[in-house]
Each structure stands twice: as C-alpha cells, then as structure tokens.
C-alpha cells in the first residue's frame, strides 16, 4: 500500500513538472486597424477581409 501512494505521487510530481517545462501557447497576433478619423477599430475576419 505504502508503494501505491508513492507511485501515485511520483506521478502527480512528474506530471506537475512537465505541466510547468511545457511552453505556453503562442499568443495570437491581433489584427486590429484602427482610424485617426473616428475612434473605432475592426479587428477579425472584417480587418482580414479589409
């Protein structure tokens, strides 16, 4: 039983390692074109299609 708890922890520790050495994801680059002559911006497929 006494070995159960420790594989068990073993686990969680390795999997808490590798959750904290794994890179975040990427951040997204926002497409976001904005107007001097009104403050409004557009951003997403609208500013892609633009």
Same mark, same amino acid.
């Given at each position: 039983?006494?070995?159960?708890?420790?594989? %068990?922890? @073993?686990?969680? $520790?390795? #999997?808490? %390692?590798? @959750?904290?050495? $794994?890179? #975040?994801?990427?951040?997204?680059?926002?497409?976001?074109?904005?107007?001097?002559?009104?403050?409004?911006?557009?951003?997403?497929?609208?500013?892609?299609?633009?």
């Amino acid at each position: 039983m006494k070995s159960r708890w420790g594989r %068990l922890f @073993a686990m969680a $520790m390795m #999997a808490t %390692l590798l @959750a904290t050495l $794994m890179p #975040a994801a990427p951040a997204q680059v926002q497409d976001r074109i904005c107007f001097n002559e009104v403050p409004d911006c557009i951003e997403g497929r609208f500013a892609e299609f633009w």
